[in-house]
């Protein structure tokens, strides 16, 4: 159907297919589609709550089932006292993602998957953590902020709105609630990335949905990964004007240096995402009269591509977003997990199916046979 | 210098060279080598923390280092309060997989490893983790059954003994710790197995040492991988005798069924951990006067080759050794653990020089391109 875009060096096992898949393709390279579906028409004129059912479920829901499905959630919102008690452990200076993944690997205990897996009971784990991750997060930021112990159940009608309501205690506006929809929705899948593929290699194992999940939030906190958008915010954050930040950047790539938010393992000439969330951040700055970011990381985008024919991708103008939204630098990155995790348990899921695990070989370089020594005779 | 074993169908990327490493090589199949050395002699003469040195520093110690060393990760075993706490959090029900992710988990916000990462820093992390995830496995065991808060920190020699100590309460025999010490060093390092793959994969976004940690212990525990000893002993302590358990086996075989503990991703005719193991089992057992567990385990093997040409790997003979020294068969993986996470450090380390980020293609077998239907339009 496409052909497959040619090899990287940096990347190891570029263009080696690892395994089949039915819930997203990358096209030519320029695409990206949900189980048939172009992800720009889902960021435009859908709900992430429609589209986490979509890449678990399948197929577009009805709207029955989507006020079903998006209240199902929003039921799910509440933490387990034992899981309160573990993030009250945990320090104010640790990293957000590793709160998250020691929340997520507590919660293993008290909730764990029931043997035999079934699509069904990974479905169900897959719908509590991304109803939940939030919850985790901004349970543990308030108590190590000032003590105070938050209620993580709300009624706020979607998943983006609920984590921006307990991160600021008040309603979002509509277009912070529709901004959280188009972001989360563009976060939610990309076939074989890294995370991902872990979370396929843990699942094919045999190994449970909650172990998969850990793996894979450990996988997306690395800065050549999700983890990104925190760096994109450090560099765009670093300037007072566009010129400032055209002069200094010019300078640095004239060096050597790499710039992070621009270029990715799969697209060759464009991240099909970007012109979306690009928008969002034009919106949000439009709204907030508050558009020195977005002209920054605009010129940016500008430079790079004069310079190194390089363009952003989905990270870059996320951060942008994220920041206009008030989302502290270092939670970026985990609202990269909630969208994702619809995406890891679909992949979980479509795993156990191929019912394969998966064991690559290496190449050894190391030392030809050698002679056992003696400790009594070494050194 | 060694010709791959050909590609297995059960798994995928079987035979595909994912990388470089120095650290250990199968060889042709029918070997096991790490950092140059032949594992039976290791297994024989070496302790666990000689081999745990080799693995991760690349060279065997000499008296000093050793010393040194041993003393080392004897001085790692306590765990600061807020782990406590945490352990304390998670049920008696819970696996004792979960736990150590989880008990990994909250130690990574308390003991952060420190950026820009360096070998120095990884081995640092792993040498804590070698030393105190048997504490942590052993505190939340005790504190969940009789609400006890054990000391953690011992003077035994050994990684094995501070184990079989916390377990147990009491000082193992000799004889015991000599079965551990075999024991971990030939869970130590296997190349690119799954768990350890998923080790690199999340080092090489750029992630730290106990995400990657963290990640391979919940793809460790899939029955496919690692959890394959507990499910070995599940299947030798169903039988009251070794002819019991060969008609029982025999009609299994017959019906298709498959027996965990036999065959392995990499090797062709024998895994040659098998032997050691074996002659570890055998010993714990006569000195104990108590056969039946090795002789329906012996007898297995006899029947396996027989019936199907499968040969026992490391699973089998590990589930009848900690069997005979009183670790409860779901602690059989967690022992697997530590004595991994040798490997998988090495392999964090070694993949972070490699610089690359893993990232395979996909085989996109899913619904053509498909043309967004409105909510209302829908169902």
Request: charged letters at 20%; one cysteine or more; aromatic letters at 8%.
């Amino acid at each position: 159907m496409t052909q497959a875009p040619p090899p990287k060096k940096s990347v190891a096992l570029s263009g080696v297919v690892a395994g089949n898949t039915a819930i997203s393709t990358v096209g030519s390279g320029d695409d990206l589609r949900y189980r048939g579906y172009d992800v720009r028409d889902l960021a435009e004129h859908a709900t992430f709550e429609e589209v986490a059912y979509l890449v678990l479920y399948g197929a577009l829901p009805t709207k029955a089932q989507l006020t079903a499905y998006t209240e199902r959630l929003a039921s799910l919102r509440g933490l387990p006292a034992p899981v309160l008690r573990v993030l009250e452990q945990l320090p104010a200076t640790a990293h957000p993602m590793d709160v998250m993944h020691a929340g997520v690997a507590a919660l293993a205990t008290l909730e764990q998957e029931k043997s035999p897996y079934t699509p069904e009971g990974a479905r169900a784990i897959a719908d509590r953590l991304i109803a939940c991750t939030g919850s985790m997060l901004l349970y543990w930021y308030h108590f190590t902020r000032d003590g105070s112990r938050i209620d993580t159940v709300t009624d706020d009608p979607s998943v983006g709105e609920h984590f921006l309501h307990l991160l600021h205690g008040k309603k979002p506006s509509a277009e912070w609630a529709a901004a959280m929809h188009a972001s989360l929705i563009l976060y939610a899948e990309h076939e074989f990335n890294a995370s991902t593929f872990t979370a396929r290699i843990i699942a094919g194992t045999g190994s449970d949905m909650h172990s998969a999940i850990g793996g894979a939030i450990g996988a997306l906190k690395g800065p050549k990964h999700g983890g990104a958008n925190e760096v994109a915010f450090e560099v765009q954050s670093r300037y007072e004007s566009a010129d400032q930040a055209e002069r200094d950047i010019r300078e640095r790539v004239s060096k050597g240096e790499i710039v992070i938010g621009f270029g990715h393992p799969v697209y060759r000439t464009v991240d099909p995402r970007n012109v979306l969330i690009k928008q969002v951040g034009r919106r949000l700055g439009e709204a907030q009269h508050d558009m020195k970011l977005w002209t920054i990381a605009d010129r940016l985008e500008t430079v790079m591509m004069e310079t190194k024919k390089m363009f952003p991708n989905l990270d870059w103008f996320s951060a942008v977003s994220y920041s206009l939204m008030g989302v502290p630098t270092n939670m970026f990155t985990p609202l990269f997990v909630i969208a994702r995790i619809t995406g890891w348990a679909a992949h979980v899921i479509e795993q156990r199916q191929q019912g394969t695990i998966i064991r690559p070989g290496a190449n050894y370089i190391g030392p030809d046979a050698l002679a056992f020594v003696p400790i009594a005779s070494r050194g």
